[in-house]
Structure formats: structure tokens, C-alpha cells
């Protein structure tokens, strides 16, 4: 007993040390904290940039989208965060709704993010564009056969697609769009198509996906185009190839990884210049080729293996549609039994 | 109330000074600490979402309802049969290469749900050796493959994540007096199978429900193996509710009737137990039964399997992962994300015990109502860890906004996050404790002048000895592991291993996420090595 007392008291003191580099007082303003859902290894280095450029240090904490959000509603204005920075304009959406972003009147920001991928009143900004694609396994579908995403639920794809649970956000997007421009009758037709069309039960993961369409266990599927691109990068001859939807009708769908400014921000001005920054040319690309994404910034080059799949028009419909309509679509894959 | 006043106790009546004692009380605090959270969820219910409801109870709630059922009586029964029978076959029988894969046994503890399933679904799935192999041998893909990654696969990993639970516990049980018993009966002539389902199992009811009811609540509130298979319980949806329908009041609402349904379990456990207890004979044989023959080889063969499963085809899909990063790992990559997650379970573990000893003494008089302040207590077991993250940080910030405090977001509100996560699995080992403590050693202490604290220090503590490190140990496995509370309230720079293999699930790279899930087992395996060790150095083998 006295020797476990003996380790849990250093261990208190040894923690007590380390506590002392935490909260800085406010007037600290060479630091900017981030709340963010993306992975470490895909915005550290653009961070330790950031830092380089500026002599702002850049501290964040990692979780999912939804914790992160109460979280920062739960702080209110006690919140050390900045910055949230997350995936999905339907979490940025949310975020807006749940009043834990505040508006950023940025001109540079409004010059270098479409209009189309930000907030209409700059609540947030998309940084990078993901692309919702059809994949298809190239031996066993001619490309002759795809045209749109409502075109999988047609009766010649039965028992050949394979898609993602629909608990992931992408999907939820997606048909949340398709509501828009389908309306709810139509759209849900589309999807209970999918669902019949299904070769097995969803994945749980992009990348699983398009590894059962590469193994033959079926021919078509939806995923982000990076997902195919990391297989591509480590595999030149992988068998599956990409195909961009919709190009006579809405366009590709499109989603964003994104960024806005906390509503109790401490420091607003590093938020700000933070945020600029990673839309600014000096980051762009490699924002964008860190996880082989579209940069939001016209003219800034792509990985070549993104190059490759060749350009695309995508969906100009406001991301903050998807947003509106997400718990909408959430409902109507539960009916139409789309797990 | 005294235990003597209380007419249902049909044991040895506890001597005790019923009036002015205080002691029943210590425990308030903790009680009101671990209940906040909880309180938060039920009032959820004050924000009606019949919207929602409608939605959820038509097209949700059905599917959900049936495979949650079906997934705590499959695994209920399965990490039954596997831990007793396990336990059972290494208390009392001796067989080839028992000694050799006996700590072997319980290293699935060391396992997170979520890297087991990673594991498993990688090993298997469309992509994975197996069915690439088998696609370059036979030219198509195998049917038997497709049936392992269905939606119910996930039923397996379950069992073999929870099953050392059931097994941990109803072993030491066996070990203390099972095979006296068991002998006992079938000198008078019952048959073997008989003896033990009639007397052995009986007996060891107290530590085999208790080892059940942790495996119950853990894979009530399981998310990471659930989700990566597909599989739709109560927890799913309400991640679906919260994430999907933006709605976390009705999430709150739905983990708050998962709640109900664990205390409903706890309590008809209770109800059916009855109110007699067997006293068990501590005193240790040091001899076993020698299975000999096709019965030893069947033994060897169980156990075998069981360790093939839950522990080596894990590992050497996770080490083929980690395989062409391992020189990063050595190269001390992940050194800090190793201290931090220490240092977080030594911290959390210290904690927590504290907490359950509290528990544990300021229960020990109460009888009845110590089961329902007990069974309350723990329910933070049973709600699934990002929902009851949500609230306990809701209960924070509260907190610092009447209170003044500076809880939130500091290093003190996640180890409390951990103690009510985890107070029952510290509690747990700590009960069975408790009962070593004779009424006759107080009053013996007493007539010899020892005060009430000095009691503690130099008798009870050291009678609770197994019971501490056991708990200790446990809880500590449980906090590295744990990832929805750290992910949500950790302070900065307390960035863990789980934290990190989160960063990597999330978008599916389990390759990348091998490395630090590899080193968690490792580092959860120390523990759960040195708990079955001491539990067979302490019963002299």
C-alpha cells in the first residue's frame, strides 16, 4: 500500500509539471487553438507551416465531429478553441446551427473559396474538395454503361454494387443532395434501388468498398476519389478505375474539408489569419495532395495520380444544402432499409 | 439499519454498532459525483422529440431491439460457456500444456474491441491474405469467407473480447474450495456432471454473474466492433441519432433506456439469487484432477483454440500490418503517446480504486440497499462511452458555472470521467473481498483498543490485498483502452495511443493504426500477465 501511494503521489507531481505548459493566459497571442476532426498526420505538417511563416504556435485536439461540437457548446465562452476544423459541410452545418461558430468577413477568404463551398454568411469555409465518385471494376463494366448515381438503381446493376453504410457521412450528404434535386418521392426510389441492387451488406469503410469491387465481389460502388487514390498510389496497376457522374445533369457531388471560427474565440485574430492562410496558395497544395483531395483554389497543381483521373464539373448547389437536408436523408435511408 | 434488524439476512448476523455511525455516508460524495451524469441522461427525457420517436420507433427501433437481445443472449451464454468452462478445466483438472497457455488465457483482456474486429474483418475480408490466397488457388471467392464478415460475425469477436471476464473470475472462485466440494459430492456417489452443475456451479454463482454482468454491460455499450462490422444495436443508432439526425437529446433518451435495461439485468439477477450465499472454504487442496487420455487432449485442445483465436491470429495480423513500420515504432516514434497513456491509467486506476474502496466501506453495513447503491453506482459501465463523456462533461461545465471551479478541460475531470466509467469494474473485484472481512476480527481489534482508522490500515486493507490489485489492475487495462472520454476531455498534449488509433480507424487505415494498436496490447498484455500470475502464486498452484 505505501508503495502504491509512493507511485501515485509522483505520479500526481509529475503530472502537476506538465500541466503547468496548458492553459496560457489569454494575453499569450502567439498561439492558436484548434478543435478538429481531421487526422494529426494530415494537418501537422500544414501546422508546423503555419508556424514557420507566422511564429504562431498552433496546439489542437482531436475527436469526432459531434463531441467536438457539444464540446464547444458545453465550453461556451469559457472555450480555449479558435478554430474548428473539421470534414463535411453537413458537420459545419450543425456547427452554425448549434451557435458555436461566429461569421468571419474575410475578403481574401471570399476571394479564394467558391462561392458555392463556403457559408453564405462565412460561419465557414471549405478548404479542400472531396469528390464523391463511381467506381467500377474495369474488366467487368464498360464505362458506356455509367452515367449517374440514379442510374445504379437501374434492374442491370442487380446483385453488382457495393456501397458504404449509410451511417457515414458522405452517404448521408450525398443523398441529402439528392433530395434536392430529385425531390423526396424520387430520390427515395433511387436509393431503394440501390438497396436492391446491393451484392452484399454495406462496408464500413471507403476503402473496403473498393477493395470487394477490385476482388470481383461486385462491379460498381460510390466512394471518395482519395480512398481510390491511396490504392492507386501504392498499387499503379490497381484494378479499378473511376468514373465522374452526373456530368450532363447536376454534376459530380461534391463535399469539403472545412474550417470556422468559434463563436467565443480568445484569440480571433490568429483564427483569422490561420484560417486565411490554409486557403491561401502557400498551403493549397499541399492541404490538398496530403490526402489527394482537390485544392479550392483555382490553378494550384494536383498529385499526378489525381491528375490522372482527369477533370470534372461538379455539383455548384451550396454545400449547406447538404447540411439542411442531412437528418432528412438520414430518415429516408432508414425507411427504405439502407443500413 | 443494522444488518441485525435486517430480517432477510439469513447469514451470520454482522456485530455492529448501528447508531452514530457516520461511516454509510462516505460515500454521498461519490454517489452524487457518478449520479450527475446519469441525471443529465434522464433528463434528456424533459425535451420531448416525438418527431424523432415516431421516426426511430418505425423504422429503427425493431431490427435494433431483436439484435440487441439476440446480442446479449448469444454472448451472454458464449462468454458463459468459454469463461466457466475455462475456468473450471484450470482451477481444478490438470492436462497437457495447462501451465504453459494458462496466463494465455486471459491476454484477450489486453485487446480493444474495436482492434480485435480491425483484426479480424482484415484477416477476412475481400482484400485480406485469406481470401486473396484463396481466390489465387481456386480461382473464385469462398462462400464460408463471405458468412464470417455477415453483420452477426461480430457476435464472435464479442465473446472472445469478454469472455476472460467470466473466466478470471469464476476460476478464483473454483480455485478457493471447488474441488473440495466437488469432491465432497461425488464421494456421495453423484456423477461428475451431476456434482458440478449441482454443488461446483452454485457455488461460484457470485463471481460467475459478476463476471457476466461486466461482459454484459461492456458489450451493451461496445460501438468500435459493432460499427466496423455493421452490425445495428442500441448503441449504433444512438450514434446514429446524435450524428445523423443532429438530435442528441433523443441519443441521450435511447442510452438512458439503455441504462434501465442493465438495471433491469442487475436486478432480476438479484431477485433470482435469493438471499443465500455460500460461504466458501478458502483453505486450498494442491491437487487437481488428472485428465488423462482423449478427455486431457479434448482439454488442451479447448484451450488451444480459445488462445489461437483471441490471441495469436489477432497478433499476427497486426504484426503483419505493422511489419514495414516497425522500424519507425522502435525508432521511438511513439514514445510519448506510451508515457501519456501510462500515466493516464496509473492516475485513473488510483482514482478509481479510491472510489470503489470508498464504496465498498460505506456499503458494507447496509445490506439490501447496498445492492441498489452498488448496482446505480456502476451503471456508467453500461452507457455508451461518447454519450456518457457528453454528459459528464455537461455536468462540468455546470458545475464550473455554479460552482466556480475550473473542472472542464483540466486533467482532474478526465480521471473523474474514468472512476465513473469505471467504478464498477473496481468495485467488482472488491466485493468478492469483502466478505473475508469476519465480523469477529473488528470486535477482536476493538477489545484490543484499536481505533476505527487503525482497524482499516492494519487489518482490513491488508484482507482486501487480492482485491485491490486485482481491481487495480483491471481498471488500468480499462483505461488504456478507453478512447470516447479521453477523445473528448483530454487536456492538451495528452494525446494517447487509442487516440491515435482512432485518428487511423476513422478513415479506415488499419494498416497505419497496426503500430500503435500493436503497442497498446503489449502494454495492456503487462497487467493482465501479472494478474493471472499472481492469482496462481497466491493459491500455491
Excluded at chain 1, 470534414?87 to 474575410?106: I, M, Y
Excluded at chain 2, 503483419?320 to 515504432?329: C, F, R, S, T, V
Excluded at chain 2, 487505415?509 to 503489449?522: F, G, M, N, T
Amino acid at each position: 500500500m505505501r508503495l502504491l501511494s509512493c507511485v501515485g503521489l509522483s505520479l500526481l507531481l509529475v503530472a502537476c509539471d506538465r500541466n503547468d505548459s496548458g492553459p496560457l493566459p489569454p494575453e499569450a497571442e502567439s498561439r492558436v487553438v484548434v478543435y478538429t476532426s481531421r487526422q494529426s498526420h494530415l494537418i501537422e505538417p500544414l501546422f508546423e507551416r503555419f508556424t514557420e511563416s507566422t511564429g504562431i504556435q498552433v496546439d489542437y485536439i482531436t475527436d469526432s465531429e459531434a463531441p467536438l461540437i457539444e464540446r464547444l457548446a458545453a465550453e461556451g465562452d469559457r472555450t480555449q478553441a479558435d478554430v474548428f476544423m473539421t470534414v463535411d459541410a453537413g458537420n459545419l452545418w450543425f456547427a452554425t446551427q448549434r451557435e458555436v461558430l461566429q461569421p468571419l468577413d474575410s475578403s481574401a477568404l471570399a476571394e479564394a473559396v467558391p462561392e458555392n463551398l463556403r457559408d453564405p454568411d462565412g460561419h465557414w469555409f471549405g478548404l479542400s474538395i472531396r469528390a464523391r465518385a463511381i467506381v467500377y471494376h474495369p474488366d467487368r463494366v464498360d464505362p458506356e454503361e455509367l452515367s449517374t448515381y440514379q442510374a445504379l438503381a437501374d434492374e442491370k446493376w442487380d446483385d453488382r454494387l457495393c456501397l458504404r453504410t449509410s451511417r457515414k457521412v458522405y452517404n448521408q450528404s450525398l443523398v441529402a443532395m439528392l433530395i434536392e434535386h430529385l425531390g423526396t418521392e424520387e430520390a427515395e426510389q433511387v436509393v431503394s434501388g440501390w438497396v436492391d441492387n446491393l451484392a452484399v451488406p454495406p462496408f464500413s469503410s471507403d476503402t473496403q468498398m473498393i477493395q470487394a469491387v477490385g476482388a470481383g465481389r461486385c462491379d460498381v460502388g460510390i466512394a471518395n476519389s482519395y480512398y481510390l487514390g491511396r490504392l492507386q498510389r501504392d498499387d499503379e496497376d490497381y484494378p479499378v478505375a473511376i468514373y465522374w457522374p452526373n456530368q450532363e445533369t447536376s454534376g459530380v457531388h461534391v463535399n469539403i474539408s472545412g474550417a470556422g471560427m468559434t463563436r467565443h474565440a480568445p484569440r480571433p485574430g490568429n483564427a483569422r489569419k490561420l484560417i486565411e492562410w490554409l486557403a491561401s496558395e502557400a498551403a493549397q497544395e499541399e492541404f490538398a495532395s496530403l490526402n489527394m483531395e482537390y485544392p479550392v483554389l483555382d490553378g494550384v497543381e494536383l498529385d499526378p495520380v489525381v491528375a490522372a483521373w482527369g477533370e470534372f464539373r461538379h455539383d455548384p448547389t451550396n454545400l449547406a444544402v447538404a447540411g439542411e437536408r442531412q437528418s432528412e436523408a438520414v430518415r429516408l435511408m432508414d425507411r427504405v432499409g439502407y443500413r | 439499519m443494522s444488518a441485525i434488524a435486517d430480517p432477510w439476512t439469513r447469514k451470520a448476523p454482522v456485530v455492529t454498532r448501528s447508531t452514530k455511525d457516520g461511516r454509510r455516508w462516505l460515500a454521498l460524495p461519490l454517489l452524487v459525483l457518478v449520479l450527475i451524469p446519469l441525471g443529465v441522461l434522464v433528463a434528456s427525457w424533459l425535451d420531448g422529440q416525438p418527431d424523432t420517436w415516431q421516426h426511430l420507433s418505425e423504422h429503427v427501433m425493431p431490427r435494433l431491439v431483436t439484435n440487441t437481445l439476440l446480442m446479449t443472449v448469444v454472448v451472454g451464454v458464449g462468454v458463459g460457456v468459454i469463461g466457466v468452462g475455462l475456468g473450471w478445466l484450470t482451477a481444478v483438472c490438470e492436462f497437457p500444456g495447462r501451465r504453459l497457455m494458462e496466463p494465455l488465457l486471459v491476454l484477450p483482456l489486453a485487446f480493444p474491441t474495436y482492434v480485435l474486429a480491425f483484426a479480424y474483418l482484415g484477416l477476412l475480408d475481400y482484400g485480406g491474405p485469406v481470401q486473396e490466397f484463396w481466390r489465387a488457388t481456386f480461382n473464385q471467392t469462398p462462400g464460408w469467407l463471405v458468412a464470417l464478415r455477415q453483420p452477426a460475425g461480430v457476435l464472435w469477436i464479442l465473446i472472445l473480447a469478454f469472455y476472460p471476464y467470466v473466466y478470471l473470475l469464476s476460476r478464483a472462485s473454483f480455485m478457493s474450495g471447488g474441488l473440495a466440494t466437488f469432491e465432497a459430492g461425488r464421494s456421495l456417489g453423484a456423477s461428475s456432471a451431476r456434482v458440478f452443475f449441482r454443488v461446483s456451479l452454485p457455488a461460484a454463482r457470485p463471481a460467475v454473474v459478476a463476471g457476466l454482468a461486466l461482459a454484459l454491460m461492456e458489450t451493451l455499450a461496445d460501438f468500435g466492433a459493432v460499427a466496423i462490422f455493421g452490425f445495428d444495436t442500441f448503441t449504433t443508432a444512438i450514434y446514429r441519432t446524435w450524428y445523423g439526425l443532429f438530435n442528441l437529446a433523443a441519443a441521450a433518451q435511447l442510452a438512458s433506456l439503455l441504462m434501465l435495461f442493465m438495471l433491469l439485468l442487475l436486478l432480476a439477477e438479484r431477485f433470482s439469487r435469493g438471499r443465500f450465499r455460500p460461504r466458501q472454504d478458502k483453505r486450498y487442496k494442491p491437487h487437481r484432477i488428472h485428465l488423462t487420455g482423449y478427455r486431457g487432449w479434448l482439454a488442451t485442445g479447448f484451450q488451444g483454440l480459445i488462445v489461437m483465436l483471441g490471441v495469436v491470429i489477432p497478433l499476427i495480423q497486426l504484426g503483419i500490418w505493422a511489419w514495414p513500420q516497425l522500424g519507425e515504432a522502435i525508432g521511438g516514434r511513439h514514445n510519448s503517446l506510451v508515457v501519456n497513456t501510462m500515466l493516464l491509467s496509473l492516475m485513473g486506476a488510483g482514482l478509481a480504486l479510491s472510489a470503489g474502496l470508498l464504496l465498498a466501506f460505506s456499503v458494507s453495513r447496509l445490506r439490501q440497499q447496498g445492492h441498489w447503491i452498488t448496482d446505480l453506482a456502476g451503471l456508467g459501465y453500461a452507457i455508451p462511452g461518447a454519450v456518457l463523456a457528453v454528459a459528464i462533461m455537461l455536468a462540468f461545465t455546470g458545475m464550473d458555472r455554479l460552482a466556480g471551479t475550473a473542472l472542464a478541460g483540466g486533467l482532474v475531470a478526465l480521471l473523474l470521467a474514468y472512476s465513473i466509467r469505471f467504478l464498477r469494474v473496481a468495485y467488482g473485484p472488491l466485493e468478492a473481498g469483502m466478505s473475508r472481512l469476519r465480523p469477529e476480527y473488528q470486535e477482536v481489534a476493538r477489545s484490543l483498543g484499536v481505533s476505527g482508522w487503525q482497524r482499516w490500515v492494519r487489518i482490513n486493507l491488508p484482507l482486501l490485498r487480492p482485491g485491490i490489485v486485482t481491481a487495480f489492475m483491471l481498471v488500468l487495462v480499462e483505461i488504456a483502452k478507453e478512447m470516447p472520454a479521453t477523445l473528448m476531455m483530454r487536456p492538451f498534449g495528452w494525446e494517447t495511443l487509442a487516440v491515435r488509433i482512432f485518428e487511423f480507424t476513422t478513415e479506415g487505415e488499419w494498416e497505419r493504426a497496426a503500430v500503435p494498436a500493436l503497442i497498446l496490447v503489449i502494454l495492456g498484455a503487462i497487467p493482465v500477465i501479472f494478474l493471472i500470475r499472481r492469482s496462481a502464486g497466491l493459491m500455491g498452484r
